[in-house]
């Protein structure tokens, strides 16, 4: 609605994953890099944490983007579920659809045919729990372990990513042999002031804006409503943009963003 009036080929602003968009800080970097090297030296587990809309997610689509065909992954987007129900999600996302066994033996059997087939097929597999820390049964988290013993001679036949909210490190925590079997973790910050700036400029850029919109000030004022979280980022700035238009302002300014910032909610 807005498009036109700011010289925008598209909204800039969206909460999706869509990684056009992707902006990658020294933080996203750093985590996109060790998710990465989990998988490429089949280092069995990983885990990311980090507060709700911080860029997880993201991640992850931008990880499977990167490692292509060569892959097969299953992403299970929502694992409160018994730990029966999360080895049937994971058979299923990997695109088994029909006759699912029901007992973890012979789920469990499934999904080690499925490694091996992908092995056989030339390819490595990647099992991705997002949102990890809403699992509440540690019996999953122990199911999750025992999904790492399937493993030929010298390899896992998986790697296993966890992905949630900063609970989840004390989820892992609890359980020790699982805890120990991951190999590499990362906790991802918000975004500093000075990332603020470059991923709303980024963002812009990529929906074809060339001149500024928000200057030095009203990204201050952004970064301080927001706490450099992008999902903030995303809704202040697309309110303010909204609100801007309405004015028919040229730019926007810290009165707006303070305005936008009382729609946010949560
Ligand atoms: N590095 C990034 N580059 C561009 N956009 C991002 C980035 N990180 C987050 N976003 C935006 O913020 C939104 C929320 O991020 P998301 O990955 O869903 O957070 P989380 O999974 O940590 O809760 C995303 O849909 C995306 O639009
Ligand atoms: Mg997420």
């Given at each position: ?16 994953p ?158 020790k042999q ?14 500093n ?34 706490g ?39």
């Open positions: 609605m807005y498009e036109e009036y700011w010289e925008l080929s598209k909204k800039p602003f969206q909460n999706t869509d990684h056009e968009f992707l902006y990658l800080s020294s933080e996203h970097e750093e985590a996109l890099m060790r998710m990465r090297y989990a998988v490429q030296e089949c280092l069995g587990a990983a885990m990311l944490s980090g507060v709700f809309g911080c860029g997880k997610t993201m991640l992850v689509w931008a990880l499977l983007a990167e490692l292509g065909e060569n892959y097969k992954s299953a992403v299970v987007s929502n694992p409160a579920l018994d730990a029966t129900e999360l080895l049937r999600e994971i058979c299923y996302q990997f695109g088994i659809k029909e006759d699912l066994p029901h007992n973890k033996t012979d789920l469990m059997h499934l999904i080690d045919r499925i490694l091996r087939n992908n092995i056989n097929d030339g390819k490595d597999t990647v099992v991705i729990i997002d949102e990890a820390h809403l699992i509440g049964d540690m019996m999953v988290f122990e199911e999750l372990r025992l999904l790492l013993n399937l493993h030929l001679k010298d390899r896992f036949l998986l790697t296993l990513i966890l992905v949630g909210q900063p609970e989840l490190e004390e989820k892992i925590t609890n359980n699982l805890s120990q079997r991951i190999a590499i973790k990362y906790h991802l910050d918000r975004l002031k000075e990332d603020t700036k470059n991923y709303i400029y980024h963002r812009l850029k990529v929906a074809g804006r060339t001149e500024a919109i928000f200057n030095e000030e009203t990204i201050g004022a952004i970064f301080e409503v927001s450099g979280i992008p999902r903030r980022i995303n809704h202040i700035c697309a309110m303010s943009l909204v609100i801007g238009f309405g004015r028919k302002v040229k730019t926007i300014d810290a009165s707006i963003v303070k305005e936008a910032a009382e729609s946010l909610v949560g």
